[in-house]
């Protein structure tokens, strides 16, 4: 069973940064793809980065140019948020899906809160 579990989320002023941080039970290397999630109020799950095993990035339209998505170590991948928007306000998943099973591994959230 992998363990996933998200970290550094908080409120912010409109405009500033928050980094995110996902850490994995398992080494990253073991993972086909490593993403975030993010869910606002009565809105569906979305899908707003994605990083896979061999480095490759994607984002949302909405987050490019805002948001980055790394390897921080072995086991971590962060999600640095800047410039950020009251929209972007919503609880953050981080998702990892194993190479061998293609099974998807969810942590439990983390709150991001844009408000001044």
């Known amino acids: 069973q992998v363990q996933v579990v998200e970290s550094g989320g908080g409120l912010v002023q409109p405009g500033g940064s928050l980094r995110l941080s996902c850490a994995c039970s398992?080494?990253?290397?073991?993972?086909?793809?490593m993403a975030w999630y993010r869910q606002a109020p009565g809105k569906q799950r979305e899908l707003v980065a994605t990083?896979?095993?061999?480095?490759?990035v994607d984002y949302a339209d909405s987050v490019k140019g805002r948001f980055t998505i790394a390897r921080e170590n072995v086991n971590t991948v962060y999600l640095q948020m800047n410039s950020l928007k009251p929209e972007d306000t919503a609880v953050y998943y981080c998702?990892?899906?194993?190479?061998?099973?293609?099974?998807?591994?969810w942590g439990q959230g983390t709150q991001v809160i844009v408000s001044s």
């Open positions: 398992e080494s990253i290397s073991r993972m086909y793809i």
């Open positions: 998702k990892g899906t194993v190479f061998a099973t293609l099974k998807d591994y």
């Open positions: 990083i896979t095993s061999g480095g490759s």
